[in-house]
Nanobody, 120 residues
Framework: QVQLVESGGGLVQAGGSLRLSCAGS????????INWFRQAPGKEREFVAG??????YYADFVKGRFTITRDNAKNTVYLQMNSLNLEDTAVYYC???????????????WGKGTLVTVSS
């Protein structure tokens, strides 16, 4: 079983930056694709960014602002978020998948999330 723990969330002003981390347990972590999702209160969860065996993918609303990177030696995936705006406020989740998909149904494991709040 893979355990995922997100960290790095917090309060940030609009236009600022924040770096989220997704730490996974076990040697098998490197065998999974990691994706980031987010969910604002009252809204559906949506895909943000992900690395899988076919490439790196970003949602349109974060292209040019967010960057996903991976350090397999540390069993950690990062989400660098720049130029944050109010609409980026959400709980951010990382999820692991053994498939080349960014769909929620394709995720095998989920973290509990970390809250990002963007203020004016």
């Amino acid at each position: 079983q893979v355990q995922l723990v997100e960290s790095g969330g917090g309060l940030v002003q609009a236009g600022g930056s924040l770096r989220l981390s997704c730490a996974g347990s076990g040697r098998a972590f490197s065998g999974y694709a990691i994706n980031w999702f987010r969910q604002a209160p009252g809204k559906e969860r949506e895909f943000v960014a992900g690395n899988n065996w076919s490439g790196t993918y970003y949602a349109d609303f974060v292209k040019g602002r967010f960057t996903i990177t991976r350090d397999n030696a540390k069993n950690t995936v990062y989400l660098q978020m720049n130029s944050l705006n109010l609409e980026d406020t959400a709980v951010y989740y990382c999820a692991a998948s053994s498939l080349t998909t960014t769909a929620e149904d394709g995720m095998d494991y989920w973290g509990k999330g970390t809250l990002v709040t963007v203020s004016s």
